[in-house]
């Protein structure tokens, strides 16, 4: 089965506080992608995957940094969270870089930074 | 760098009657590839229909879009709209390549009522 799977789905943290999301894929997907969905301002690319231990920044990366030791494992991390991290956070992947091919996505994972 | 630009961010649309959604973008890279993606609440963003055609009809699941390059556009559309159209549609834009890198417009929220 094709999926996308996020953890946490629900996180609640202070200012200050370390967070990790993880999402991982089922389908050997060479490229991952870390995306936050905003309202108005749609869906903005944090990082992006190639493979294992090879990553880019997309168009926000500050405040973020990620991790992937294992192709079918992309990690999202926020040292020192921020009230504007509060956000959706959505992982993607698809089969590789090449223009045509599919995201999938994963159904989200909800963070509020107080 | 490469941009997506929806100018209607919520749509309200009776039951019946045709659904026209606008997409332009901009990149300097002569074959990109569009896509239509939608987020219907509590699920995953998912393709809707793709295209790098210039030209060509794209068509699924009752909506279709054209790829004109003159005018750099790729509206999305369907003659009769139904209630469980209602959702979060985004366009996007992939540069030729392996850049990986999909942008995404700002959202247009659907909401269909009877």
């Known amino acids: 089965d094709m999926k996308v799977t996020q953890m946490p789905r629900y996180l609640i943290k202070r200012m200050g506080e370390n967070v990790l999301l993880e999402c991982g894929q089922d389908m050997s997907h060479e490229t991952m992608y870390w995306y936050r969905q905003d309202p108005g301002l749609g869906l903005q690319l944090i990082y992006i995957?190639?493979?294992?231990?090879?990553?880019s920044e997309g168009d926000i990366p500050k405040g973020y940094r990620v991790s992937r030791k294992k192709r079918e494992h992309f990690s999202l991390i926020l040292d020192s969270a921020k009230t504007n991290q509060t956000s959706v956070y959505f992982c993607?992947?698809?089969?590789?870089?090449?223009?045509?091919?599919?995201?999938?996505f994963g159904e989200g994972s909800r963070l509020i930074v107080v | 760098g490469d941009s997506v630009t929806q100018t209607e961010g919520l749509v309200t649309l009776t039951e019946g009657l045709p659904v026209m959604l606008n997409c332009t973008y901009q990149?300097?890279?002569?074959?990109?590839?569009l896509f239509w993606y939608v987020h219907y609440l509590n699920e995953s963003p998912r393709l809707l229909l793709k295209s790098s055609t210039d030209n060509k009809r794209t068509e699924h699941q009752g909506f279709h879009a054209t790829l004109h390059k003159s005018s750099s556009s790729f509206h999305l559309q369907k003659s009769s709209a139904q209630l469980s159209d209602s959702a979060l549609y985004y366009c996007a834009l992939r540069r030729g390549g392996l850049s990986g890198k999909l942008t995404f417009g700002e959202g247009t929220q659907v909401t269909v009522i009877s």
């Open positions: 990149t300097i890279y002569s074959n990109p590839f």
């Open positions: 995957s190639y493979d294992v231990d090879s990553n």
């Open positions: 993607a992947s698809s089969l590789s870089p090449g223009s045509g091919n599919t995201l999938y």
